[in-house]
């Protein structure tokens, strides 16, 4: 029997379920696998602060470098989610002490990644992030194992829980933006900042941490289109629901003519597609890859649950020995891909518009769009007479990245053009 | 650089596709892990068959035990798919020479893998078998590896491709399915004696091996409700539509009371349900379980490239000298599970009865279904007036499974009914 000594750093909802859960299966790893796993102590800010389980006091370390250089501790839990700073510390003494990484944080792998991993493969020890991103969902042991010889071209997916509740809450319960988004607040949904959330940097930086397995490359740090939620209007869900589409907030990384193409905006998607009907906090990933085709991973994105069975799954996995390279394959194989230009992307738009309701304003929003070589499929104006303000909504056909960004700066600057114009784009 | 040998037993479709991948990725393989793969030698009963691929003729072996027993092989793919006769043997030779197995044999292994898998984890090499359940979805590994501590309660799945595209074929051509199934021959869809696709068993040995990684259970080889779907008529799909309900072929396993209860059935599933939506050769499977919550794959279910995917990912797993034990923990503590009575499984039915329409019918026949303590939820009946026929569909209240079969055969007895009557489940 191998002792096998855990250090946990950082013990919030994830690290209070995951504490629990270890104590809870311990038993039946160890008779399965042969090891005696114990929790030697847990780091933590504040000892005294109430928390769902009991924890005996023995085990609290105020100074989490004094748990990760305990030599008792071969397996370190990395839970206080970080990019930097002290997330990034004890996750660089662990491995440098030669102990295994276990973390959920993908601020930390997407911008520390390459840094950490040569880290851990210098040292022989394993760094794994499967809780990092889809919560429960095994994509990143999907890619570097269950799909690990095929060439994926196309990764797509539903990547944060909390945007996604807000989406379909807002459409379900008509409710506004801010309205959902507090009840998400009380219901533990959305966190008190959920900037990262509903920005698009959580789920960029997810995006490029499935690039990097994916497509067997290096971590792109290079700036690239992100958009999030934040000005989605109940107007834009209720013409979207009309024109039998949904708005989703992908993340989306894709291989162009050999360059990296990464980016999260939101997506019309037409109602009858797969990825249109992930509601709630569900994540979903969607993968296409020769000779395997296109496969679907869909699971719970979120919380303590799904979270604990990803950390546990990485335990496992190096409790049985399994590969230890963070990226599936050596570092010095992953190569570095140049940047796809975006702006040649080419893509259909939905704009809204909210503007004076007078005469030559709609021909002179048209002039703009025919300036920048954006032709109109479909345009819809609903008047709000008593206000002598109109909405209108167009649908184009597909247009240059680079153009449609000017037109909107253009837009922007005319004095009938009462708000920021929303751009959705439509997936394609 | 460590040199590693392959030998393939059977290229036909599949076989002739892992050739060429093989050959085509291994110098990829090589450079990332440090190994120098070689075909040794592919075992045919033909080897003057037109195939795909070209193969040097100094290749083939007539005799595959001397490919098998052939000191360079280190590693076996088994592709024949017998589940006894050669396809055991070679399988058991090579794991007492020390060979590594993979294979795509669901019915081996469903079969007899308690005894292959002892035999592998004896002589310290994987038997790996990831291709015989859901084609390119890596839903063992998912089970043993991604979801690995989790507690999971049950398995539901769509596992035929076959079956599911004539059942979705049958739909939108309104075709008979006599007439899809010629036309899914001529596509290379289904075999020419498609028996065992048809008739549940195929999905029946995928239930068997899912069952026991998902319940870390030995392989039940006890005798359970298995129906095919021979028997559904295009009015079947038909009526189903009018009532928002789709027929689908599952296999289903979950624990009821600490007992196993596998089966499988068409069910009929509610239209705006994720699984009734899986069309065509597509396959699907859902797993439950504590903590992760619900969790669906999905992807192609059958042909060569899906099927090479999951055999290369078995490859890439023994080279990378990832877990040896087959069912994901040691032989010795996967425990024995008493089976569910299934008499006692309690579901509505749907109910197809082809009658002679004529004074008192109905009246006997619902008392048929009183006597056997069925209730009625909704009767329909389609009279065929100028034959003097009827055609009654019935949706019972929930009813037992011992009470349903009984009435059945009660009802087959009637003079007035014409044709055996079919019987669909409804989802729960």
Known sequence: MKEVGIGIIGVGNIGSYLFKEINSIKSEINKNLGFKIKIIGVAVKNPKKKRAIKINKNLFYKNPIELVKNNKVNILFELIGMSDGISKKVVEIALINKKHVITANKALISKHGEYLSKLAEKNNVNLEFEASVGGGIPVLRTIKDGLATNKISK?????????????????KTRKSFKEVLLKSQKLGLAEANPKFDLDGSDVLSKVKILSSLAFKKQISLKKCLKEGIENIDLKDIEMARNLNLRIKLLGITEIINNSLFERVHTSLVPDDNYIANIDGAMNAVILKGVPVGESVLQGEGAGPGPTSSALMSDLLSILRGNIKYPFGIPNNKRYKIKTYNEDLYENSLYLRLEVNDKPGVLSDLTKILAKYKISIQRLIQIPDKKNKKATI?????????????????NLNKNKNVLKNPVLIRLFA
Chains 1, 2 share one sequence.
């Not at 990764?155 to 807002?170: A, F, K």
């Open 393 to 409: 909504v167009i649908i184009t056909h597909k247009c240059l990245e680079k153009n449609s960004i000017s037109c909107i700066n």
């Open 155 to 171: 990764v797509v997916g539903i990547l944060n829980g909390t945007s996604n509740y807000i989406l379909t809450e807002m459409e």
